[in-house]
Structure formats: C-alpha cells, structure tokens
C-alpha cells in the first residue's frame, strides 16, 4: 500500500508526496513532530503537519536566511538565530569564519533532540559539541528581551504565524529585536509565500517598517513549500541588502553554496510586481 503525505495549502490545494515509513512521531508541550522518509525528498520534519524541512531542498531555505545578511554586514562576529531547532541555520553561520558566537534560542528541545538524532546533515552543529554555537531552550520572545546592543545578525527562522511563532511577526517583537542588535545590525525573518500570503506579509512588513529604517524583501525558489515562491524579510538599522553588499567577499568565499551566489545576491531583491504590491506602504 502506497502512503502519501498530503499538506494543504489552501483549502483545495497542496503538496503530497509518498513516504516509506515514519522515523518519529510525537508532540510536546508545543507541537506535533513528525519526521517521515519520503521517496523523493529524503527525510522531511513536519510540524503540526505542515512541512518544516526536507533533506532535498532545505539547502536553499538555510542558504538564503543566512547568506546574504552575512556577506552585508560589514563584520558579523555575534549572531542570533530564534527558532531554527532542525539546526540547519545555524549550519550555514558556521561557514563564516569570522562569527565568534551564534547563539540559537528554540522554544521546542524535543525538535533540537530529534533533528541530532534524525536529521544529522542539518543538526550537527547544535549537539553540543561546536564551541562557537550555544544553546538556549527559551521562548524567542522571552529571550530578546534581556538583550540589549548584543547582536550583529538575528535571523528568525520561525514556524508560521501561528501557535507559539505568532508573537514573532509582531511590531512589539521587532522592537525588541532592534534594541538586542548593535549600531549597525541586521535582522533577517522567513516571510511566507507572497502567492499564498499578501496579507499576512502586508502586516508584517508594516510592523518592520514601523521599527526599521531599511526594510527589504527578497526571495527563493522553495519546491516544498506553499507555491515554491517563498521570501524573506531583510530589516537594518544602517546596512542597504544591495548598497552594502559585499560583492567581493561573497565571491571570495571558501565555501561552496548550491543556490546562494554573490550574482543570486542581488537578483533575489528583484522582485514581481505582485510581490512588491503585498509590502507596499
Ligand atoms: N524553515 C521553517 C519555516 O520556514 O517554516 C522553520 C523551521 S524551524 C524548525 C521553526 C522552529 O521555530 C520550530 O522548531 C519551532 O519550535 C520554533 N519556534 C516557534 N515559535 C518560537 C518561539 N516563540 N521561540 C523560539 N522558537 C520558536
């Protein structure tokens, strides 16, 4: 008997896709957490049913939360990462030699517990062993607000908004965001579908822009996820995503990306005029 994993996208549309067998299944005090072998996709986390990631194509989701707010800043020594327990993110900061510290904060240790033990090409920075990756098991709400002027980079890489990431996507946070990261910091946020979501982005972006001078979108190819048309929200205090841009460390890297590029870099804040619309003041 064939098994078929189906998310809804909407209420007559989704992504399904036929799975060998389960590897986990479970909940904790915060969500269902699911993690399945897929035929195509290799091994996928699920969380209350919907996809987190897929060993596939999760290379582009972290490349591009990380990346190019890394080859901006002009010296990203502290990072912050909230949320992004399947470890994946903080994989990518890993890459940069020059971050002294990435501190990832995810409410849930049961994802952090089961992405070590299921997910080991994304979670092997966060078992403890890496020096210059700290773990804390707090609330990302709860945890910026004793911050103060102590961040380069804070990359939120947040489930939807809705359950416990809800008070993620709020001005309130993006406020305390902003007293956390230092004179010239940058904070990056996954900012769903512009197909799927305008209204939930025309929200977030006015509540970015209420905190933020600089407050860009840009965007990537993500097959698993609602359209495969997903963003990210750029937001600074001082640094322009393509002003800024430091073309010729990116292009200088040691490191090898499947999707980022110093090219990549810029186009991706190139926009449909759709895209544009959703965010527009
Ligand atoms: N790439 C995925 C996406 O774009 O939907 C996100 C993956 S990552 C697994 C999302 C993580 O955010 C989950 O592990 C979830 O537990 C965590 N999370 C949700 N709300 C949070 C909060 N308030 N503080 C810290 N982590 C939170």
């Known amino acids: 008997m064939d098994l078929w994993y189906t998310e809804k996208h909407s209420d007559n549309v989704g992504i399904t896709m036929k799975t060998t067998r389960t590897l986990f299944s479970g909940k904790s005090e915060y969500q269902q ?9 290799g091994r996928m986390m699920l969380l209350d049913g919907l996809v987190m990631v897929t060993e596939r194509d999760e290379f582009i989701y972290h490349e591009m939360i990380v990346h190019p707010a890394l080859f901006t800043h002009p010296n990203p020594k502290k990072v912050l990462v909230i949320g992004g327990g399947d470890g994946g993110t903080i994989r990518e900061i890993m890459k940069h030699p020059e971050v002294e510290l990435a501190v990832l904060c995810e409410i849930d240790g049961l994802v952090i517990e089961k992405s070590i033990e299921f997910l080991p090409s994304m979670a092997a920075d966060i078992d403890g062993n890496n ?3 700290k773990l804390h098991v707090d609330d990302g709400l709860a945890y910026i607000r004793e911050q103060q002027n102590e961040f380069d980079i804070i990359l939120v890489d947040s489930t939807d908004p809705i359950g416990p990431a809800v008070g993620l996507f709020e001005k309130d946070f993006y406020t305390l965001v902003f007293t956390a990261l230092k004179d010239d910091g940058i904070m990056i946020a996954q900012s769903e579908s512009p197909f799927y979501h305008a209204v939930i982005q025309k929200i977030m972006y006015r509540n970015l822009r209420a905190v933020f001078p600089i407050v860009e979108m840009y965007q990537a190819f993500i097959p698993t996820y609602p359209s495969g048309f997903w963003s990210f929200a750029f937001a600074s205090k001082t640094c322009h995503p393509c002003n800024d841009f430091d073309h010729d460390r990116s292009a200088k890297r040691n490191f090898h990306t ?7 870099h810029l186009g991706a804040f190139m926009l449909p005029t759709f895209a544009r619309d959703n965010i527009a003041e």
Do not use: G, K, M
């Open 33 to 41: 957490l699911d993690i399945v072998e897929t035929l195509e996709f």
């Open 131 to 133: 020096p210059r990756v």
């Open 258 to 264: 499947r999707y980022y590029n110093q090219d990549l």
